[in-house]
């Protein structure tokens, strides 16, 4: 059977209304705490364009990875929970070892990340695993869903990869119900990239905050909430919301899989 794409199999094209009622923010740029984490998480995958999108960079390690991150001050503590693949390691010896290994790669990765900035890094990899009861961190094919959590969304990462305790966070995430045509896939998107596109065109970080309705209209939403961390004069904001948010086509981008 084959299957075509267009926008004929598209009929919610001829009205753009939101099937949901919701919220979606987005912040720019990222903390450097913020872009450390999603960078740990990152540093375990090979991203190649033209091939899978998510190859595994080590056959020791497995994806359920969890970072944790918090700063005091200059002060940074990163907890890391990476799980070793059962058939890689023959002894309690030989996973301490492994869990080392990579402790020391990803605080060579950070403390090269800070070299710009005032930071102290320190990263625990498994803390629980070593000492005299460890307990090990071991799956046979290195994902959660081999012990019964098959959660696809998780926890709740926003579309930028992370959860951040500290500021406005949207109502839904990326990978939710109705994945395609509902706001935290379609607004989510929208609502990042305009973000993105302020801080880099007008210098100023932000954050956006949009809000659909159920029914009502979807583009634009029913309220676009942007506050910026300084005063930038309202004709370039309007510009940079025309170009890069009222009149992108994302339908096409969906269909060209530029929001999976």
């Not at 970072?67 to 940074?76: A, E, S």
Request: charged share 25%; hydrophobic share 35%.
């Amino acid at each position: 059977m084959v299957l075509s794409k267009g926008k004929k199999n598209l009929p919610e094209l001829k009205q753009l209304s939101a099937n949901d009622t919701s919220v979606s923010v987005a912040h720019s740029p990222m903390t450097f705490l913020e872009s450390l984490v999603y960078r740990l998480e990152q540093f375990f995958w090979l991203n190649d364009d033209n091939k899978i999108k998510f190859n595994p960079k080590f056959k020791d390690y497995g994806q359920d990875i969890k970072v944790m991150g918090f700063r005091r001050k200059n002060d940074i503590e990163i907890t890391m929970c990476i799980p070793i693949i059962a058939k890689r390691v023959r002894s309690i010896n030989e996973h301490t070892k492994k869990v080392w290994h990579i402790q020391k790669k990803l605080n060579f990765f950070a403390k090269n990340m800070a070299r710009q900035n005032d930071y102290y890094i320190n990263i625990k990899v498994n803390p629980s695993s070593i000492g005299k009861t460890p307990k090990i961190y071991i799956l046979g094919i290195g994902s959660c869903i081999e012990g019964g959590e098959e959660g696809v969304v998780g926890r709740g990462n926003d579309n930028g990869g992370v959860i951040s305790i500290f500021r406005p966070h949207s109502q839904e995430t990326e990978f939710g119900k109705n994945p395609v045509y509902h706001t935290g896939k379609v607004m989510g998107h929208l609502t990042k990239k305009l973000a993105e596109s302020i801080n880099q065109k007008l210098g100023a970080k932000c954050t956006v905050i949009s809000l659909t309705k159920n029914q009502f209209s979807l583009i634009p939403p029913i309220n676009l909430i942007i506050n910026l961390d300084k005063k930038i004069d309202n004709e370039q904001i309007f510009k940079v919301i025309k170009k890069d948010f009222l009149n992108v086509d994302y339908i096409k981008k969906i269909l060209d899989h530029e929001l999976v």
